[in-house]
């Protein structure tokens, strides 16, 4: 079975300081891994993927999120929060290794940045 | 032009009323999904179709009927409305079923 877990609630950050969004998965295959994030009453907006290769993912807005396989993890960072960052952010996972195996989402963390 | 649309955004009813939620993509996707978000904001998948082929159906209750007309839409009706159904729900499509999901904006129901 696949499930992925984000142990943090919610994340504060000043404006400008970096941030982390932790995020860590359980599968029994090969994963893909998934960012996405939620502004108010919108749909969930994809920020960026890990199927293969680098372990170092960039995606959209500045964020990157690096796989680390032997933690099990794949963490959301970026180096300078902006306010407009401010939103949920959703980790999923799917287990590669099996076809009927779908995209399981995380229970979201808040970001907060203040100005 | 909306990726994916989903209508109504907002629907209030009556415990017991039947209600539809209709979604459709113009990006050529060949999949398409329901997910469930709760007040606590948990995303839970509901249904999966390929191709209008049912290929996820967690456990949901009867009263939760997808109907997939062609590749393009997927429709959910909901029998005999409780409270619990109270939700926010999300369509989403993808091509295959491993790659980038695209959402709708969501359709708030609020059970009376």
């Known amino acids: 079975a696949q499930s992925v877990a984000q142990p943090e609630d ?3 950050v000043a404006e400008g300081n970096p941030l982390t969004v932790k995020c860590t998965y359980s599968v029994s295959g090969n994963p893909y891994l998934f960012w996405y994030v939620q502004y108010p ?7 960026l993927k890990y199927i293969t290769g680098d ?38 996972v799917r287990d590669i290794s099996s076809s009927a195996s779908k995209i399981i989402f995380g229970s979201g963390t808040r970001l907060s940045i203040r100005p | 032009d909306t990726a994916v649309s989903q209508t109504p955004k907002y629907l209030v009813t009556q415990m017991g009323n039947d209600k539809s939620i209709k979604c459709e993509q113009n990006l050529g996707h060949d999949t398409m999904y329901w997910y469930k978000q709760d007040s606590k904001k948990f995303l839970k998948i509901m ?7 049912l290929i996820i159906n967690e456990t949901v209750p009867n009263r939760f009927s997808p109907k997939s007309p062609d590749k393009a839409h997927l429709n959910l009706h909901i029998n005999s409305l409780e409270l619990g159904d109270s939700a926010v729900y999300f369509c989403a499509s993808s091509l295959g079923g491993a790659n980038v999901l695209t959402f709708g904006a969501g359709s708030r129901l609020t059970v009376l």
């Open chain 1, 10 to 12: 919610q994340v504060n």
């Open chain 1, 41 to 47: 009453n919108r749909g969930l907006q994809f920020l």
């Open chain 1, 55 to 92: 372990n170092l993912v960039k995606g959209s807005y500045g964020f990157e999120a690096e796989f680390n396989k032997s933690q099990t993890s794949f963490h959301l960072k970026k180096p300078s929060a902006l306010v407009s960052d401010s939103a949920l952010y959703f980790c999923a």
């Open chain 2, 47 to 53: 249904f999966s179709y390929n191709n209008k082929e």
